[in-house]
């Protein structure tokens, strides 16, 4: 509320910061409805609110009355504030309104004006004012003042705004700093945009009236000014967007006057052309006049903003808020766009540079767009040119930015800069760009895709040699071989789909033209034109397969998107259209091709992948049936050449896609199916038949050796998605591996083949269990799944690194599919079948990752060709996979709960130390861990911790203290940060968890001689350490109640005097025993600490199933043994949060990330 001129005087006996008495806050908008002051305690008080109030609703003829219905009361709108954030009104008529008012009294309509800004500030408080023309200048600028009452918990501002001495006094909130601008939802979105709205129609009724009286725009912007200087946010950032809105609605003002000028001085000149030498002209005076008012007007517009540009944004585009600093960037590019005559210089432009280097993204982002403006219009880029030499190296690196929007927006200015510019980017800069294309962000690599099509491959952005041989597909002949020649020399082939799926939106129309593609590859030198070479036709078959998958899947390639997106029905309609097309083109040409290249493995594996992206119903309505005889004939043409794993699984693949049951086909496709297992069958009957009456003296030769390999692995790739069980291959291949354990001298490449045959005919066995399967045959069958299990667990300890690899993998698989399935319903199945790793077993699994993931392998210094250096890094990656893998599935043990929860421990230690390799695996099981038992995975961690240091305690010497400052301490220390970085920022989900470790977790407890602990400052500590100490009987006796395994430390506190060197830490429990021994040790007791047996919990673990990224099988449940591990109780409303609750953000490495 604005208190007149003429009642501000008075109050002249007020002191300059006290509060007034009838100090009132003014009327504020919250939730849509008219608010007042609801500090007012006394009767009294509240009379004279609303007497005063009632008589400035009178006073002020600007008031206006609009009716809204809230929450069934119909709230009136009494001020200019409540009617523009109502927005029930066209704001037209109510700027026409003001203006009206402002005529008639130019002094209450500025009041109401000023009332507004205020309120639009979120100020609940009183605004007075107070005409300063009888003070002295001195006296006004001694006025100036903005402090705090501490005492009253008032904040006051005083400042011009011309012709006004005007003083805001508010309460002031330290813990809320709302305020309409930054208010979230839809109603406070509309009343932004109505605040600029009015802002901008006001300038634009009052252009052809009050703007030029040089007492509307003073007062304005002298307001304006004064409440940008505030120390108070709100104010700040209210002022500014009106003042950069201002003055974008100043500058239209002035483009039009510009334009009317420059049209009144042509008509001048015309009409003085007209008459000649005559002296007077009344039309001639008349245009004159209208010319030097123009030009008067400009003079003023210019003052306007210049006043506006360096009383405001000189100061605020560098302000600490950086929602000020993007209003601000964002209109001045506005400004430029709309006046470019005036603003478009390096005066200007310079500020949009600097801005380009801000911290914040929002910042940044808006810069872009306001170039994006500029460089979209070629008029305006060829101005740019000493722009584009400064800050063009910023903008290039910019498609790297942290946040993802500046970055595609920045590859979208560089793609409006090749256009319009030329010569801005060097061949360099074009290069870099290019290589987003294979970016995971999808909308980055659609950017840069768009960048690489304009830039590279469409003819428009490119003047290479135009295709010579003409002819249907010249135009797509020569793109593709552009993008051929891309995808070669940028020497990242595996990443085909990621190039394909950044090009679709730019270039979908060529690379659906599969016609053009596969006759490209049919061609001979013969037919004329130049032939492909191998290279080629390699990437081009990779292009081919990657565009099918694309538009019949018709989603981003994995790794790119977070999930499947859903298709429109229009979407759909074109998925089903391209699928046809892709049926009917390749049901013909595949068979051609494989037939071209089936002495090439890597070509057919991908050709092959085609078939399962038909629409297979095409083979019967389209009477095709004679293609598919040439497409078996082809496959079993490949199958019997290759023993290429990826050949025969893909080949694989194709008959079983082929052999769906609930198509025509097949019977056709399934009797060629039985043909060519026969025959292979028949092969490797004949070799084994003859390998086992050489078996005694093993002198087959390598001829028939390496004929036996490739037999194997035939099988093992059609075993792999086909049911052989009547062929009866396990005894076949069992027989081998029992040999091989007994003599050990069969080759690799037919070893690993074998136990991949046997796992897969025994994965076939249990999948056909079934409800009235006999138990004669279920306990055949457990006897056999024993046997395999210790078959692989002998393999562990084979002398070739591939088999015990192999193995460790299969015995995984196996032990996961084991301890989860459900043999459909059939209890009796599920009791004799199931199976869960011993200690022995559980230890030889830990201590194989030890040696094979986690081994420290010495590099050897070499000097090695380039050639040989690429060679080097591809094996050490090859390898590094390979570790992935072992851990990854040895991870999923422990989250399934197969193995002890507490083998997590040996796999925590490594964490920081192999971060850069395994810390994403090992971040996960952490995460999953918790999910799973909070409770129980933070036990886990603390006995990470307790091994670690007293491995480190027992490595110092006995007749020292610990030594705090070694770097294995320090390690520890910050495994332990990053420990605590896991429990994320909601402390009440973590409490549970940050307690149990709080009172079981307190390593220093173990040192022989406690820190010097001496001050005040220490005392917390101690107190805590004490209350550990004092509360370890009876939380000792709770947890032997529940039946939880003991943690380090629940003795009496006696015994914790106990020094390191005397021995061992006392003897309290089997965990604690275990903390004595070496790691290996450890591990052996993992399982005694909780006994030996568990119980069925299936639902809770399929709710676990739902939430973890591991492979699992498909409609396999988890089973535990009879005695589970019981879990601490907790209260019922703990437990509901548990099952409602969200996996915690893992924030391990944000320091690292930042």
């Known amino acids: 509320m604005i208190a007149e001129p003429n009642a501000a005087s008075n109050l002249p006996s007020q002191k300059e910061n006290a509060v007034h008495d009838e100090t009132v806050p003014e009327s504020a908008v919250q939730n849509g409805r008219c608010v007042r002051n609801g500090n007012l305690k006394t009767p009294r008080e509240k009379r004279k609110v609303r007497e005063q109030c009632e008589n400035i609703r009178r006073n002020s003829s600007s008031c206006r009355r609009v009716s809204q219905l809230q929450n069934g009361k119909v709230v009136e709108a009494v001020t200019l504030f409540d009617v523009v954030s109502m927005g029930k009104q066209a704001m ?489 097309k892709i049926t009917e083109h390749f049901i013909m040409v595949l068979p051609q091709l494989l037939a071209k290249y089936s002495t090439d493995a890597q070509k057919v594996a991908n050709l092959l992948q085609i078939p399962q992206y038909y629409d297979l119903d095409v083979y019967s309505t389209g009477h095709l049936e004679k293609h598919l005889d040439a497409l078996l004939r082809g496959i079993k043409d490949i199958v019997a050449k ?87 291959l396990y005894d076949k291949t069992l027989k081998l591996l029992v040999f091989e354990m007994e003599h050990g001298s069969l080759p690799v490449l037919m070893i690993l083949p074998a136990l991949q045959c046997t796992y897969f005919s ?40 591939d088999v015990r690899e192999k193995a460790f993998m299969i015995l995984c698989d196996w032990l996961l599919i084991l301890s989860h399935q459900d043999s459909n319903n059939n209890e009796e199945a599920v009791g004799l079948l199931d199976y869960l790793p011993n200690t022995s077993l559980q230890e030889k699994l830990l201590l194989f990752i030890q040696e094979h993931v986690f081994i420290e392998e010495e590099e050897e210094s070499k000097d090695l060709t380039d050639e040989e250096e690429r060679k080097d890094e591809s094996c050490k990656l090859d390898d590094l996979h390979k570790k992935r893998s072992l851990l990854a599935a040895y991870c999923k043990l422990i989250v399934y709960n197969v193995v002890e929860m507490t083998a997590a421990a040996e796999v925590y230690k490594y964490y920081v130390k192999t971060y850069n390799d395994f810390g994403d695996i090992i971040k996960e099981t952490l995460s999953r861990m918790r999910h799973n038992n909070k409770i129980q995975s933070a036990k886990t961690l603390i006995l990470c911790l307790q091994q670690l240091f007293q491995t480190h305690a027992e490595s110092q010497d006995s007749s020292s203290s610990v030594d705090f400052s070694s770097a294995s301490f320090t390690n520890m220390k910050e495994l332990a940060r990053r420990f605590s970085l896991t429990f994320g920022w909601d402390q009440v989900k973590s409490r549970e968890s940050v307690a149990m470790i709080h009172k079981y977790g307190y390593l220093q407890r173990y040192i022989a001689e406690p820190l010097p602990c001496r001050g005040d400052e220490w005392q917390p500590l101690i107190w805590y350490r004490n209350s550990l100490l004092a509360n370890e009987d009876e939380e000792s006796s709770v947890l032997g109640s529940s039946g939880e395994w003991s943690p380090v430390g629940t003795s009496k506190p006696s015994s914790f005097k106990r020094k390191l060197s005397n021995g061992s830490l006392p003897e309290t429990s089997q965990t604690e025993a275990a903390l004595k021994a070496p790691d290996l040790q450890c591990a052996s007791q993992l399982a005694s600490a909780t006994g030996k047996s568990r119980k069925k919990l299936k639902s809770r673990e399929m709710h676990l199933q739902e939430h973890l990224p591991f492979l699992c099988p498909g409609g396999l449940r988890r089973r535990y043994c009879k005695d589970e591990v019981k879990t601490e109780d907790v209260s019922e409303r703990g437990q509901a949060e548990d099952t409602t609750e969200d996996v915690d953000v893992d924030v391990i490495g944000a320091d690292q990330d930042s």
């Not at 002296?279 to 030009?295: I, P």
């Not at 170039?371 to 979209?376: K, N, R, T």
């Not at 008959?655 to 060629?672: G, K, M, T």
Request: one cysteine or more; hydrophobic letters at 40%; proline letters at 2%.
């Open 762 to 801: 025994l994965l076939w066995q249990l999948a056909a269990v079934s409800e009235n399967s006999p138990k004669e045959t279920l306990v055949a069958l457990q006897r056999e799944l024993r046997r395999f299990s210790q078959i692989c667990t002998c393999f562990l300890h084979h002398k070739e690194k």
């Open 642 to 728: 290759h023993s290429d794993m990826s050949v025969l699984e893909a080949s694989s693949r194709t008959y079983s896609i082929l052999c769906s049951e609930d198509i025509a086909i097949y019977s056709q496709v399934d009797h060629a199916r039985t043909e060519l297992i026969d025959e292979l069958m028949g092969q490797l009957n004949q070799l084994l038949d003859g390998f086992w009456e050489k078996a005694k003296g093993f002198c087959t030769d390598a001829g028939e050796t390496s004929r036996m390999q490739s037999a194997l692995r035939r099988v093992a790739a059609f075993h792999n998605t086909h049911d052989l069980t009547k062929w009866n």
């Open 92 to 580: 037209q008529s109510v700027v026409d309104d003001w203006i009206e008012a402002y005529k008639q009294d130019r002094n209450v309509a500025l009041l109401d004006l000023i009332n507004f800004f205020i309120q639009c500030s979120g100020c609940q408080g009183m605004v007075t004012a107070e005409m300063f023309q009888s003070l002295h200048k001195k006296d006004v600028m001694r006025k100036m003042t903005e402090n705090f009452d501490e005492e009253t918990g008032l904040q006051y501002k005083k400042f011009i705004a011309y012709p006004w001495i005007l003083t805001v006094t508010w309460p002031v909130d330290k813990d809320n700093e709302d305020y309409p601008l930054i208010r979230t939802g839809p109603y406070w979105k509309k009343f932004k945009a109505n605040f600029c709205e009015f802002i901008a129609v006001l300038v634009q009724q009052c252009q052809c009236s009050i703007l030029y009286d040089s007492y509307l725009m003073d007062t304005i912007i002298s307001l304006l000014t004064g409440l940008a200087d505030s120390m108070v946010r709100a104010f700040r950032h209210t002022s500014t967007l009106a003042a950069m809105k201002l003055l974008t609605a100043i500058v239209s003002v002035h483009l039009n006057l510009d334009v009317n000028k420059h049209n009144a001085q042509r008509l001048y000149e015309v009409e003085k052309k007209r008459i000649g030498g005559k002296r007077t002209n009344y039309r001639l005076d008349q245009l004159e006049r209208k010319r030097k008012e123009y030009e008067h007007k400009l003079v003023e517009i210019q003052n306007m903003m210049n006043a506006i540009f360096k009383g405001m944004f000189l100061n605020r585009y560098r302000d600490v808020i950086p929602e000020i600093r993007a209003t601000c960037i964002e209109e001045i590019g506005s400004w430029i766009k709309i006046y470019p005559d005036a603003f478009l210089n390096d005066s200007y432009l310079k500020y949009i540079g600097w801005m380009l280097y801000d911290k914040q993204a929002e910042v940044r982002l808006k810069c872009l767009l306001g170039l994006q403006g500029i460089y979209s219009r070629k008029e305006l880029a060829s101005r740019m040119d000493l722009f584009t030499s400064r800050f063009k190296d910023r903008i290039v690196s910019m498609p790297l930015d942290k946040d993802h929007e500046v970055a595609v927006q920045a590859m979208k200015l560089l793609m409006l800069m090749s256009q319009n510019c030329e010569d801005a980017l060097s061949a360099e800069d074009c290069e870099t760009l290019y290589q987003f294309v294979y970016t995971a962000h999808r909308p980055l690599a659609v950017a840069a895709g768009e960048f690489l099509y304009k830039r590279l491959l469409s003819h428009e952005g490119d003047e290479e040699v135009q295709p010579k041989g003409g002819g249907k597909f010249g135009a797509s002949t020569d793109q593709l071989k552009r993008l051929i020649r891309f995808f070669l020399e940028s020497e990242l082939h595996k990443h085909v789909a990621y190039l394909i799926d950044s090009l679709w939106d730019w270039a979908g129309k060529f690379l659906k033209d599969w016609e053009c593609m596969t006759t490209l590859l049919l061609k001979n030198t013969e037919d004329g034109g130049e032939a492909l070479s191998d290279a080629h036709e390699s990437a081009l078959i990779e292009i081919i397969l990657a565009t099918v998958r694309e538009a019949a899947e018709g989603h981003p390639p994995v790794g790119r998107g977070a999930a499947k997106k859903i298709l429109s029905v229009k979407e759909k309609k074109i998925q089903l259209e391209d699928c046809t």
